[in-house]
């Protein structure tokens, strides 16, 4: 039984102004990556794709060690969230371990698609099965969420059932690698999840759009656990996508995500990106903004404006050409997430923000 979805908040393009200085997304800010562009650009669309996707599933299965037949693809990373959890209720009595305060895709698609959800394992009977998203690094708050992936494998009650699974959302996870150092090679890269503990056993779920800057491109995939799952296998997670799934432009966004010249844009950008976030969290907290604490390039902020007025404050940036995340649907009303922006682009927020708190 399917029920009416209630309408998702996002940050990005919207229908006010046009945006000039974008803190509501977490794409990569100094995209978009010339060469990953470039490939789109090329793409041939006077042909339907091959329905079966096969050389580009060999590409990804060699960037991440893995046979082609345990890579799926999909439309986009919201396509393979309700395909997966269409996928793992269909067969009998199930359950989605999820909540509100990380991405709302997974709680979204589980109560459309009547799932009965919560946020603790122990809601249900051992023998029940169920599905633990877990977004890694997390999404609003870039924590790194190795040990609920760990946790999930091992500190579940049935963790030593095979129907219970964990899918490990890892759309930010490139980040977390590229701006940990400036040494890293490609075949570090892609396979830094591969060299945690719970990598193998977990469905891995990748979206690399993001980390490229275009976001308007749609294109996903899967890495799915060496051990099969009765519930969720590649063949049926295939038979219930439609035909041609993935368009050529996305195709061709995976197909170059995997190459030597795409990542040397991210590891060339990466020192740029660190001193954007440093500068960032230095000019924000001097003008009394409140962080939670984060690594990654995007984070939570805790502005210095009451929360009864901010929704004038971010119609008032809006106005501007500014757009940051509100935080509500996350269950974290009074904050915003924010990306790392260049100190020009945050300096604008500061002003803007100080002009709105002086005429209230």
């Not at 996707?53 to 046979?67: E, I, M, Q, T």
């Not at 009765?230 to 995997?258: C, F, K, M, Y």
């Not at 106005?319 to 300096?347: I, N, Q, Y």
Request: charged share 20%.
């Amino acid at each position: 039984m399917t029920r009416s979805p209630a309408a998702s908040v996002h940050g990005g393009t919207d229908s006010g102004p046009p945006i000039r200085f974008d803190f509501s997304t977490n794409a990569h800010p100094l995209g978009p990556n010339p060469f990953v562009r470039e490939a789109v650009f090329r793409a041939d669309r006077t042909r339907y794709p091959d329905p079966h996707y096969r050389r580009l599933r060999c590409s990804l299965g060699a960037f991440h060690g893995v046979d082609a037949d345990r890579i799926v693809v999909g439309a986009s990373a919201s396509e393979l969230i309700w395909r997966l959890t269409r996928c793992f209720i269909a067969t009998g009595a199930a359950a989605i371990l999820t909540d509100d305060r990380t991405f709302g895709e997974y709680l979204r698609a589980a109560k459309v698609l009547g799932a009965p959800v919560a946020a603790e394992r122990s809601a249900w009977p051992l023998d029940t099965p169920v599905l633990r998203w877990c977004c890694n690094p997390d999404n609003p708050t870039g924590a790194f969420q190795d040990q609920v992936c760990e946790t999930a494998l091992t500190g579940m009650p049935s963790a030593s059932v095979s129907h219970d699974l964990v899918i490990a959302d890892l759309a930010y996870w490139p980040f977390r690698t590229i701006l940990s150092s400036d040494e890293l090679s490609l075949d570090e890269a892609c396979t830094a999840v591969l060299r945690t503990q719970w990598a193998d056993a977990v469905i891995q779920l990748w979206s690399p759009n993001k980390v490229h800057g275009l976001t308007g491109v749609r294109g996903a995939y899967l890495v799915l656990p060496a051990k099969p799952n009765s519930r969720i296998n590649a063949e049926t997670l295939t038979s219930l996508a439609p035909s041609w799934v993935l368009g050529a432009d996305g195709v061709a966004l995976l197909q170059a995500h995997v190459c030597q010249d795409a990542f040397d844009f991210l590891r060339d950008t990466a020192p740029t990106l660190r001193a954007w976030k440093k500068e960032q969290d230095r000019r924000l907290s001097a003008a009394g903004w409140h962080p939670e604490s984060s690594s990654l390039h995007y984070a939570l902020w805790r502005p210095p404006i009451e929360p009864d007025l901010q929704p004038r404050w971010h119609a008032h940036l809006r106005e501007s050409g500014v757009k940051l995340r509100d935080t509500t649907s996350f269950d974290r009303p009074g904050w915003v997430r924010l990306v790392s922006r260049a100190p020009h682009d945050v300096e604008t927020l500061v002003t803007l923000t100080e002009r709105f708190g002086e005429s209230t």
